[in-house]
């Protein structure tokens, strides 16, 4: 049977954590009302969270800092996805939604379709932005208990005047990609 998985990503801009890439596919009928999760608030995308684990399964592609500042953010795509894929134990031969412009799919999956605006398009791409977003929204909350001088449960790594400011006031940690411009300046 051909399933059809959805890929989105999460904290590509980022100043600072992981980027994450989540393969999602659908095991029961979606919940109606997916889009992306930048259209949703937080209360939506955590209610629509809890849906997708009862109604998908789901693949996690984490890059940390270190590894995006060593290859680059394209090679890091690549990588989150094949993460993900590997995660989700997709099939060579599934039909793959990519949201975006680039094919970041390793080259033997050989059914993929690369969608600009898919998070808003397709309901199982949907799906993975709601689940990436939270997810890695968590993620930055748990670490911002360890850096609290930082806010990250506010910018959740974002380029936001608060970040910003903390950086001025705090300096870089190690959770911030040195590769990018704005962090690059700091450091000079």
Request: aromatic share 8%; charged share 25%.
């Amino acid at each position: 049977m051909n399933m059809l998985v959805g890929i989105d990503e999460v904290g590509r801009g980022s100043w600072a954590g992981p980027l994450l890439v989540v393969a999602a596919r659908a095991n029961r009928i979606l919940p109606t009302g997916l889009t992306d999760s930048k259209d949703l608030t937080k209360k939506q995308r955590e209610y629509f969270y809890d849906k997708i684990l009862d109604t998908c399964n789901v693949g996690e592609g984490w890059v940390q800092p270190h590894e995006i500042d060593s290859i680059g953010l394209a090679r890091a795509m690549y990588l989150g996805v094949s993460r993900a894929l590997m995660e989700l134990g997709t099939m060579l031969d599934e039909h793959i939604i990519l949201d975006g412009i680039v094919n970041y799919c390793p080259p033997e999956f050989t059914q993929v379709d690369v969608v600009p605006k898919a998070d808003k398009l397709s309901p199982i791409v949907s799906a993975a932005s709601v689940y990436a977003k939270v997810t890695r929204d968590n993620h930055m909350e748990r670490i911002g208990q360890f850096y609290p001088e930082y806010s990250f449960e506010k910018h959740v790594g974002y380029g936001t005047d608060l970040h910003l400011n903390m950086l001025k006031k705090h300096g870089v940690t190690n959770l911030h990609r040195r590769s990018f411009k704005p962090i690059q300046k700091l450091l000079a």
